[in-house]
């Protein structure tokens, strides 16, 4: 049997139809920038997000460039964000001119340890508060403790730009006593960013992005900076770029938007399955580590949209001879990610590199991404825990 990380093909033929003729009905329209849409598509993510205003963009490294941009964040500044993610969230930081700092992640979820934050926001308020903004990463799908970085950010009068590149439509509960309430991913902070990127749980046929926002004046100041910052038309009160979401990709994401509640179920179905069967293995806990399903105690909720299981990803010391041995057995899986972001080579100049953040380096090296996709078959993650099994007993 052949496994796939990644299967786009079921998705697509299932759509053919009605993508070949939304695309077909942009290309008549000579409706080439921007347009009806790229409108109907911003609307309709502000209202599955929870947030009143969305800024379509050319993809999610460009959402999180342009949002810190748009916050006037540049040299000298510095944002607080997780040295475990995708080199975007990092990149976007260095490229406004501004330096990152890094906070260790939590070893359950591996999203970024609110306590560690809150002790560098402590520090940094004692050095003159540098820290401009803080960029948490819901990273594979499930909302970082973002009831904890909101209070952080309230009591240390910081933005929080959600990078929720991998995290579009997955809830996080805020809890007060026994009351749960629930906001999505994106919704808390001034800005949260959304990739398009074809692999991302809401995929185009090429890149695109987007920022949503409850500020109107951000909104605003986000749409000028995607068109070089004009407005009007050829008056630039500021530098932007070209930012601009693509009216092929708005058509297409149009239509993949209303499935998406189905493939995230879908995903959702996949991961319980993987738990039944790493369980039954005898597997589950150790050697195998599984991602939490909920991470934080939530009284009396069975509300299960906490995880959009963008990728389903095991802790495995050795994961490199796993990862091997499932190649052999033709198997696809992925490191996210190999190397955390103070380790990487083109940051060796900003002196990260005798930092350490232990947390995030044991999670570079026993992380695995296994299939999740929709469309995956009960009888291939039958066969993907199966030959782990067979691994493990050697
Ligand atoms: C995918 C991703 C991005 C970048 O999105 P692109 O659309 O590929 O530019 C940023 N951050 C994270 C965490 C991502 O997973």
């Known amino acids: 049997m052949n496994v796939s990380l990644l299967d786009l ?22 409706q080439y920038i921007l347009g009806p849409e790229v409108d109907r598509f911003e609307e309709a993510v502000a ?22 941009m748009a916050l006037g964040i540049g040299p000298g500044d510095l944002v607080l964000t997780t040295p475990y993610t995708f080199f975007a969230t990092v990149g976007s930081i260095l490229r406004v001119g501004a330096l990152p700092v890094f906070a ?24 003159g508060g540098r820290l401009k903004a803080i960029m948490p990463v819901h990273l594979f799908g499930q909302c970082a403790d973002m009831q904890r970085i909101m209070e952080l950010a309230g009591e240390y009068e910081v933005p929080v730009i959600e990078d929720a590149a991998q995290a579009i439509g997955s809830d996080c509960p805020f809890v007060d006593g026994d009351h749960v309430s629930w906001k999505r991913a994106g919704s808390m902070g001034i800005a949260g960013c959304f990739s398009f990127f074809p692999s991302k749980n809401l995929g185009g046929i090429g890149d695109g992005g987007m920022v949503v926002t409850g500020d109107r004046e951000f909104a605003e100041r986000l749409r000028s900076l995607r068109n070089h910052g004009a407005q009007p038309k050829y008056h630039h009160a500021r530098i932007g770029g070209n930012f601009r979401l693509d009216p092929i990709q708005a058509c297409v994401l149009n239509i993949k938007l209303s499935h998406l509640e189905e493939w995230h179920e879908a995903r959702r179905r996949n991961s319980d399955l993987y738990r039944r069967l790493f369980v039954a293995a005898g597997l589950a806990g150790d050697p195998v580590g599984l991602p939490p399903a909920l991470y934080k105690d939530v009284p009396g909720s069975a509300i299960n949209n906490y995880h959009i299981y963008n990728q389903f990803v095991i802790r495995v010391p050795e994961r490199d001879r796993l990862r091997d041995f499932l190649k052999e057995n033709n198997i696809d899986s992925e490191v996210y990610y190999p190397l955390c972001l103070h380790q990487q080579e083109c940051l060796r100049t ?45």
């Not at 093909?9 to 329209?29: D, F, H």
């Not at 929870?50 to 342009?66: I, N, R």
């Not at 970024?112 to 940094?124: Q, Y």
């Open 47 to 68: 209202a599955y997000c929870g947030a009143p205003y969305a800024v379509g963009v050319s993809s999610g490294t460009d959402a999180l460039l342009v949002s810190l």
């Open 350 to 394: 900003y002196g990260f590199a005798g930092l350490s953040y232990p947390v995030a380096e044991q999670a570079a090296s026993e992380a695995l991404a296994l299939p999740i996709y929709p469309e995956l078959r009960p009888e291939q993650q039958e066969y993907i825990v199966a030959t782990i099994a067979g691994f493990f007993k050697g």
């Open 9 to 30: 093909k079921p998705q697509m033929s299932a759509l053919r139809e009605e993508v070949i003729r939304a695309v077909t009905g942009v290309i008549e329209s000579t």
């Open 104 to 127: 260790d992640i939590e070893p359950d979820g591996m999203n970024i340890d609110s306590e560690r934050m809150a002790d560098l926001l402590a520090g940094d308020r004692r050095h």
